[in-house]
């Protein structure tokens, strides 16, 4: 089962400057109208086998719109790569920490 961590946990290993990736896997309008600051883009639809080559930090967090899609993918990500991965309990909806807007994603 896939590990869901809270925004708050989430809110704190970012204040921490923690070893990890937020990856949003939303689609990149909703990405480019609000997002979690640090987060990178990945638009679940768009990601490939190729996402288990990249170098990755000792954590993972997915984030979708809800956090239902992100568990599917955490738990793909989880079987294939050395970190930690979670699931953002809740999704971006739930997120109650800053928010960065910015242009789309161009994957």
Known sequence: MVRELSPS???EKLN???DLAVLDIRDPQSYADGHIP????RPAQRLDASVFEEEWP?????SCYV????????GVLDANLAADVASLRGGFDGWEGDVER???ASR
């Open 67 to 74: 956090g239902k899609s992100s568990k599917r993918i955490a």
């Open 38 to 41: 640090g987060s990178e883009n």
């Open 16 to 18: 921490a400057d923690a």
């Open 102 to 104: 910015a242009s789309p």
């Open 9 to 11: 946990e989430l809110q």
């Open 58 to 62: 000792d954590e993972v967090v997915v």
